[in-house]
């Protein structure tokens, strides 16, 4: 996945780079341990926005790539603004997830 294409409100990157945390994100970030490669460029404020503990997250779904364009054209006409193409799936990679920036 790549950090740059994740929608995040300007907000949570304030709370973030001042060090305001909840302490579940802590644990998140905790539990990734040896399921997420972080880019050694990825900083901690971002990783804890990546691992927020009070969001529901959105909605992440794996879409061929053939029709994804068509999918994410659709989502802006119902009015979903930030819908975005985040990453894609690797086959035969090391890791599970790996974040880029």
Known sequence: MFLSRVPVLKEAWEFARMGLVPGGTC???????????????????????????QTSGGLLMAVPRGKSQRLLAALHAAGVADAAIIGEVLVGAEVRIQVAP
Do not use: C, T
Request: aromatic share 4%; charged share 25%; proline share 4%.
């Open 27 to 53: 644990r998140n970030l905790s539990s990734l341990e040896g399921v997420v490669a972080w880019d050694g460029s990825i900083p901690d404020e971002a990783k804890s926005v990546l691992a927020d503990a």
